[in-house]
């Protein structure tokens, strides 16, 4: 990377972690509706930032906490990046378990500890200070930037999609950065590039029209928990298949490279049992740990339940059961197509003396970026640059990122999932924190991919896919 | 039976009516604490009835409401019969759904409408009424016979237990007579001789130690509620058959006999389907309806709930799953040891990876009065004559009645189960009544029944039993 901006890194790391501090010091508490100053506060720290270093910047009101945009055009030719971040952050409670206090950022044993200093003021104050040092240095960046930094991301960024929807022409890119996941382990930095899709359902059984007294009436009439049960026993063979007719079917194989890169990720499995505290893994056979989390579909019961739930017995038939079951889905297979499936199967398990109703909830398809693409070795490169490490690994993700659907389904995005912190940073718990190595190394690779991307040249702008969900 | 008896039934039947109405108007309801004086007053009108006839007759306190109990014991070498009934009666609400008040008892269309009509204040009077015409004509009773009234039946009869056991030696009987079900139907009258037994469980499976997200682990850990579906699904074969081992070994088969009395009732499955809101009967194969539900015995899962059970989806695999699960038993099957084998086929279902927890709730065998003896004969005998029909229904329950099994545990009696309402009568529910035709046959019907007892000579007491459970 040029000279002059790894110099500008190293000569104001120190200014950096206090400006973070500042940022850190305001409780931006979205779930706290005495916060909502604070929040606005926060919002108006995030566009000082932008608006000092020549971004055309503005602070968008929402019905809730407001959005800062900010972007900066000025390199025709070159590709344009969306960079996502958020400046709200979870509740501090309970208060009494932070050795110092939330709102005071404090360094210790080379980390700032602070609610916010990994998730996620501390990932996005890396792309901030990348910009600034090739503005400060070169006085422009090698790439376009566009930066949306939202204040809901923690109640569910309920205003965000309004937001893009509003602004899909300005917001045309070439790809998304977010920084909002971890390394794979201290030092091993991760870019994770598959997300596995879903889709969720509800199924209720109706036996009588209500209870009935289990002496006077059992017996003689189908019990709808009985019937659920028999359902659900028939979602998976004893080898923890799924049995819905076609579910296989569409699904995009791992390729050897990829599942040779799981293997080398080099899995505790010991460790993990003793984590979730079981005594067994389980799931299906022919796949690890590892591919059965990120890159196999599923098919969970999240919740059951039929006549009384309360103490001790009580003898009754129960009129109703439901079971509500989530499928994860992985590239190749359509949520739709597999509700419908799935919805045809369980109807042919019920018996006819049961009545049978099916709810779908939503779906949306796996997420991945192709491992090969330029992108993520751009991204990979960057990092590694900045780690001083020679792999970056790419893991994928068994769950889903909703925004990360959400740039897919709106803006047509694929997104860089780019993480510098760590799974042990108490993220959404007491003593969060951030490794400040992470930090600068994070500035550094985040300085580093803009020139990376620079370098690829410009890409058409992609087009909404036809998928939304 | 004795004319000058016959005659004071006919001569004082409208009094009896207006006796009736003054016990109705006493607002006995248990559950109710500002009801409390209400209970004592219940307990005072029942005592003095006694006392007025030369009973020796007491109201015992307990720690809730007081039981009155009575006795006339001056007839050596006839059989000694203990009565039971209850004076306190359900909550009226909702007020405004009867026609009349519930405490201002009201006769129409042959009918006394009042809560406690038939449940159980009209039908305790009948066997008060019959010792009366007795005592008023002959100057004394065919046999001896104790009463025990208490005032907690509709509150889970929480001390009576206590005073059965107290007064054990007192309460030597041969035979106990409780009307407190109903006739088969209009006009056809019933002695219920069988009750199901019973054993009550609960399991609970565990995976992983708290709930767990289901896109990051789902699919790689066994999911508890998936488990406990398979345990339930492996309960009952495709023919409706209970598949834990041994659970019918020990089942003494239903008589030709009591089969075809049973085809004899005529059951009317149309109706049934209908009142039930179910569109098709189910159960074991190769029996009817009404085997099923007072012969067979019946493993009915009562309850079942894992993970999330609120509204929309929650993307978690549960950490635990629990099922409430009741066996039903008849003639021949031990609760313990049908516990002790449910318990050990279900841990044999259970996978490796989920933890097992078991727990027993309470087991007692089935009840059951041999058709053929001559206590039932006795009492068909006298409600035939008082009914003016030619038979009797034979007919069992396939619940249990609490109390029903405490005297045969406590006291070692069995009991005549003598219902003298309907079905229909509204016990429970606004606008409760009582055929006064049914009233004053249930009078005369006990009054034979004294008689018919008597004639049958002294048999010896009965011990107590050894399967107490």
Redesign the interface.
């Known amino acids: 990377m040029n000279d002059q901006v790894v110099q500008y890194l190293e000569q104001n790391a120190d200014r950096f972690v206090e400006e973070l501090k500042d940022f850190l010091r305001i409780p931006t508490v979205s779930a706290d509706p005495a916060c909502k100053p604070h929040l606005q506060r926060g919002a108006e720290f995030v566009y000082r930032q932008f608006a000092n270093l020549g971004f055309k910047a503005e602070i968008v009101p929402t019905a809730g906490h407001p959005i800062v945009y900010a972007e900066w055009m000025q390199s025709p030719g070159v590709p344009t990046v969306m960079v996502y971040g958020h400046y709200d952050v979870q509740p501090a409670d309970p208060l009494d378990l932070w050795t110092t206090p939330p709102f005071e950022p404090t360094l210790r044993d080379g980390c700032l500890y602070a609610r916010g200093a990994t998730d996620d003021k501390g990932q996005v104050f890396t792309h901030i200070k990348s910009a600034e040092a090739w503005l400060r240095t070169i006085g422009k960046l090698p790439v376009n930037l566009k930066y949306v930094i939202e204040g809901e991301e923690e109640v569910g960024s309920r205003n965000l999609d309004d937001f893009l929807a509003a602004r899909k022409e300005q917001l045309n890119c070439d790809v998304a950065v977010v920084s909002d996941t971890s390394q794979y382990a201290p030092n091993q930095p991760a870019i994770t590039y598959g997300l ?1 899709g ?1 889709l ?1 359902v ?1 199924i209720t059984l109706t ?4 209870d ?12 709808p ?2 019937g ?6 028939s ?2 063979d004893d080898q923890g298949r799924v049995q819905i007719p076609g579910f296989y079917d569409d699904v995009i194989p791992l390729s050897e490279m990829e599942r040779q890169q799981f293997r080398d990720l080099g899995f505790d499995e010991t460790a993990f049992k003793a984590e ?9 056979v022919g796949y690890s ?1 590892t591919e ?2 990120w890159a ?3 098919c ?11 103490v ?7 009129s109703k ?4 079951i ?1 499928c ?1 889905l992985v590239p190749g297979q359509d949520p739709h197509k597999l509700t419908e499936a799935l919805h045809q199967y369980l109807k042919s398990q019920c ?3 049961l ?1 049978f109703e099916f709810t779908s ?2 779906g949306c398809p796996a997420f991945v970026f192709d491992p090969n693409s330029p992108y993520i070795e751009a991204a990979a490169s960057a990092i590694r640059e900045a780690w001083g490490v020679d792999r970056v690994r790419l893991i994928r ?4 990122i909703p925004v990360v659907q959400t740039f897919k389904d709106v803006l047509g995005l694929d997104t860089l999932l780019l993480g510098w912190g760590q799974n042990t940073d108490n993220l959404h718990s007491p003593n969060e924190h951030f490794s400040m190595q992470d930090f600068h190394r994070g500035i550094r690779a985040s300085a580093n991919l803009w020139q990376k991307l620079a370098e690829m040249g410009q890409t058409p702008v992609a087009s909404v896919p036809d998928n939304l969900c």
């Open positions: 596995r879903i969720a509800e036996g009588p029209k209500k009935l007294h289990s002496g006077v009436f059992g017996g003689s009439v189908a019990n928990a009985s659920i049960a028999k359902m659900i026993a979602l998976h979730l505290g079981v005594a067994e893994v389980a799931g299906e740990t059965r989390r196999r579909p599923t969970e019961v999240n919740g059951l339940f039929s006549g009384y739930t309360g001790g017995p009580k003898t009754i038939v129960p059961a439901t079971v509500k989530t994860r018996p006819a003396s009545a909830f939503h993700e068994g769950g889903s």
